[in-house]
């Protein structure tokens, strides 16, 4: 089992910068590949951004140049820098953590992002 912790969200200008991060605990959170997930009111749920275990990352079109994703070198830290902040990333953000069929969910933390 693993419990993941969002925190960073917060409300900025169009144009700002939000870095979120997540806080995985468990056991071989290492093994686990993460991502961050998204989700605006009235929407469905959306693929972000991901980094497998070996550190390939990926990138929903909607934010490759302005997001990077990473984490810390233990893998137990996920982060998502959040660059050329846009109305449109108004969500709340969750990040995700996969391990062939087990999946975890944190919380969420909330961004809002004002013209």
């Known amino acids: 089992q693993l419990q993941l912790v969002e925190s960073g969200g917060g409300s900025v200008q169009a144009g700002g910068s939000l870095r979120l991060s997540c806080l995985v605990f468990?056991?071989?959170?290492?093994?686990?590949?993460k991502s961050w997930y998204r989700q605006a009111p009235g929407k469905e749920r959306e693929f972000v951004s991901r980094?497998?275990?070996?550190?390939?990352?990926s990138y929903n079109n909607s934010v490759k140049g302005r997001f990077t994703i990473s984490q810390d070198s233990a893998k137990s830290t996920l982060y998502l820098q959040m660059n050329g902040l846009k109305p449109e990333d108004t969500a709340m953000y969750y990040c995700?953590?996969?391990?062939?069929?087990?999946?975890?969910w944190g919380r969420g933390t909330q961004v809002t992002v004002s013209s």
């Open positions: 468990g056991y071989n959170a290492w093994k686990y590949d």
């Open positions: 995700q953590a996969t391990y062939y069929s087990s999946v975890f």
């Open positions: 980094i497998d275990k070996g550190g390939s990352t």
